[in-house]
Each structure stands twice: as C-alpha cells, then as structure tokens.
C-alpha cells in the first residue's frame, strides 16, 4: 500500500474535477463567443455595457481560462488568481454594465465555489486540493 506522500507523486484527478474543469473552461468559452457575437445587440439592450468592459470582459475570460488550464496542470496559484478575477474583475463588469443584483453576483461566486468544492473531491484519500503545488 503507497503512503500518502508517495502517491502525491503520482498525481490523479477525480473525474468530478475533470468534470469540472472542462465545463468551466466550455461555459467561459461560449459565453464570450456569444458576447463577442451579439455586442450590438448588447449595447441596445444595455447603453451601460461599453467598449471597454467588452474588452475588459474578453480579457478576464481569457486569464480565466489559462488560470483553468492552470489547474489542469495542478498549479495552487491559478485557483488564487482565478478568484481574484472573479471578485475583482467580474464584479467590477457586472457593476458598470447595470448588473450588480444578487442572482448575477451569485453566479459569480458559485463558479468559484463549485470549483473549490470539486478540488476537495478526494480520490484514493487525496484530494485535488492538497495535489496543487
């Protein structure tokens, strides 16, 4: 039977994780697929949303998804950047654009608060958590 230090060597991720990961980075990916796509229309819907949150929002969901793939690659640092884009970045668009209400802030939130709880997700005793360096 492997010790825990030795099987820290031999990195494995739940499936629950994967699971995760690869959602988080398709959801960020067709969502700003669909802004970039639809910011006409965006802007007559919403006058508050400008040019420049597009751009910042475009940024954020790029950094987002290198900090996933990050994780991918078991790095602990992009869980802490990712988290900062959220609180940060996110809310800051979500203010500026006219949508700072409690459902559009929980949404933000719940992203990060998913990806944590599946980094807990243990497998053989382990969790994604503690393989982070």
């Known amino acids: 039977m492997e010790t825990p230090q030795e099987q820290i060597l031999v990195k494995k991720r739940h499936w629950f994780l994967t699971l995760v990961l690869v959602y988080l980075i398709l959801s960020t990916i067709l969502s700003q697929l669909s802004i970039l796509m639809n910011t006409k229309e965006i802007k007559i819907e919403?006058?508050?949303?400008?040019?420049?949150?597009?751009?910042?929002?475009?940024?954020?969901?790029?950094?987002?998804?290198?900090?996933?793939?990050?994780?991918?690659?078991?790095?602990?640092?992009?869980?802490?950047?990712?988290?900062?884009?959220?609180?940060?970045?996110?809310?800051?668009?979500a203010k500026e654009a006219g949508n700072s209400?409690?459902?559009?802030?929980?949404?933000?939130?719940?992203?990060?608060?998913?990806?944590?709880?599946?980094?807990?997700?243990?497998?053989?005793?382990?969790?994604?958590w503690m393989q982070l360096e």
């Open 46 to 93: 919403k006058p508050s949303v400008t040019d420049e949150l597009i751009i910042l929002h475009t940024f954020s969901a790029i950094i987002e998804i290198f900090c996933l793939f990050l994780i991918f690659k078991w790095k602990k640092n992009a869980f802490f950047t990712l988290g900062i884009i959220y609180v940060v970045v996110d809310v800051y668009i």
């Open 101 to 128: 209400s409690l459902p559009a802030l929980l949404g933000i939130y719940a992203r990060l608060g998913i990806l944590y709880l599946a980094l807990k997700v243990k497998k053989n005793s382990i969790s994604g």
